[in-house]
């Protein structure tokens, strides 16, 4: 049986607020060889461009997401929100991106209160440990 794949619902500056989280196997996987592309852009690309993870969830939440990645960014400077609040609306938009994706083929994670939370199925991890706990991830080595 193959790994489910995971999201992660958190934020980071300048981020859409949804992470997705490599298997193991990608993580252990070396990089891809990239290639120069030398090529004329074309004209229309703006109209190339998919948002990221439009294929998957509708618009509104994504907005809704985003929004929240903004408002988490601004807390984070200003110091202006309460910690969990944040946490709580970043519970309810797992719930709303669990709902959109289903279960079975994914599984949703978030953050709340020091561990990493999973929709469903229910669980949850340390937040220090859940990339090996749960991804199976190597443990981090010594900084370099």
């Known amino acids: ?46 109209t190339l461009r998919l948002r990221p993870w439009s294929d998957l969830l509708s618009e509104p939440l994504l907005d ?14 200003n110091g202006d929100r309460d910690q969990a609040i944040i946490e709580d609306e970043g519970r309810d938009l797992a719930l709303l991106v669990q709902k959109e994706l289903g279960v079975g083929n994914w599984e949703v994670l978030y953050v709340y209160q020091r561990r990493v939370h999973r929709v469903d199925p229910i669980g949850s991890w340390p937040i220090e440990t859940w990339k090996q706990d749960l991804l199976g991830y190597a443990p981090p080595g010594p900084m370099r």
Do not use: F
């Open 64 to 77: 809704a997401l985003k929004s929240w990645n903004i408002s988490c960014e601004s807390a984070d400077r």
């Open 1 to 46: 049986m193959s790994e489910p794949r995971r999201v992660l619902i958190d934020w980071d500056y300048g981020a859409s607020g949804i992470w997705r989280c490599r298997t193991r196997e990608e993580m252990d996987a070396p990089a891809p060889q990239g290639g120069r592309w030398s090529g004329k852009p074309p004209a229309n690309l703006d």
